[in-house]
């Protein structure tokens, strides 16, 4: 079975310092645990970042290593199916971190 991924294309682009508090509050989480991160060649905008996440898998190892979770792939997965249909980092991390 294979998943189309289709990402809305009229979103307005910010700088990374305008993300969303979830979305930063998972990479500390994270980062406390270990995840290093080392960010793309490209401008960093907050959409290259929700899917430079998306790709990392270390930062879902260490994200699952500081909520205790069992697994980390199925909230990875859960993630970016998310984000295909149309859902925002933002709203997912606040969901998974409450």
């Known amino acids: ?6 990402f809305p294309t009229q979103r307005a682009s910010m700088a990374v310092e305008d993300a969303d508090g979830p979305m930063r ?6 980062t406390e645990s270990g995840w290093k991160f080392n960010p793309p ?3 960093l905008t907050s959409e290259v970042l929700v899917l430079h996440l998306a790709l ?6 260490c994200l699952a290593k500081a909520e205790r979770w069992a697994a980390w792939q199925p909230h990875r997965q859960d993630y970016i199916e998310h ?5 925002t980092a933002a709203a997912f991390f606040a ?3 409450r």
Do not use: K, P, V
């Open 25 to 30: 509050s998972a990479m500390h989480r994270a």
């Open 83 to 87: 984000l295909a249909d149309g859902g």
């Open 56 to 61: 990392d898998s270390n930062f879902w190892q």
């Open 95 to 97: 969901r998974l971190l």
């Open 41 to 43: 060649e490209t401008e």
């Open 1 to 6: 079975m294979s998943a189309i991924f289709r």
